[in-house]
C-alpha cells in the first residue's frame, strides 16, 4: 500500500509561479508511475502530466506544456510539479496519484493509489 502526500498549494497571483511536492511512503517508488491531475469545482479530474519510473518519460496535457514541469527523486521518494505563468484557470485540488507498473497512462481511472490533494489558487 502507497499512501501519497502532497504539500506546496496555496494562493498565488497570476503569472506567479508554485512548486507541489508528492511524498510517497509505503512502497517501491522507483517502480511506480507518478502523475499530477487537478480538479475544479463543477469538473471532473484531469490529468496534467506524468512521468514513468526514471523521469525520463513524460506526458503533460497539451495545454500545460512548456508552463507545468513534472519531475521526480527516487532518493527522497518524491515527485514534484513545477508550476509557471500561473492563471486563474489553473485554480483546482492538485492530487498526485501512482500507478504500478511500467507504462505512463493519462487516464485518471488507471492510477492505483492518491493522495488527498492541495489546493491551488491563482487570483487575478
Known amino acids: 500500500q502507497v499512501q501519497l502526500v502532497e504539500s506546496g498549494g496555496g494562493l498565488v497571483q497570476a503569472g506567479g509561479s508554485l512548486r507541489l511536492s508528492c511524498a510517497a511512503s509505503?512502497?517501491?517508488?522507483?517502480?511506480?508511475?507518478m502523475g499530477w491531475f487537478r480538479q475544479a469545482p463543477g469538473n471532473e479530474r484531469g490529468f496534467v502530466a506524468a512521468?514513468?519510473?526514471?523521469?525520463?518519460?513524460?506526458y503533460y496535457t497539451d495545454s500545460l506544456k512548456g508552463r507545468f514541469t513534472i519531475s521526480r527523486d527516487n532518493a527522497k521518494n518524491t515527485v514534484y510539479l513545477q508550476m509557471s505563468s500561473l492563471e486563474p484557470g489553473d485554480t483546482a485540488v492538485y492530487y498526485c496519484?501512482?500507478?504500478?507498473?511500467?507504462?505512463?497512462?493519462?487516464?485518471?481511472?488507471?492510477?492505483?493509489?492518491w493522495g488527498q490533494g492541495t489546493q491551488v489558487t491563482v487570483s487575478s
Open positions: 509505503g512502497g517501491t517508488f522507483s517502480s511506480y508511475v
Open positions: 512521468l514513468g519510473w526514471s523521469g525520463d518519460t513524460t
Open positions: 496519484a501512482a500507478r504500478r507498473g511500467a507504462v505512463v497512462r493519462t487516464s485518471y481511472s488507471e492510477y492505483d493509489y
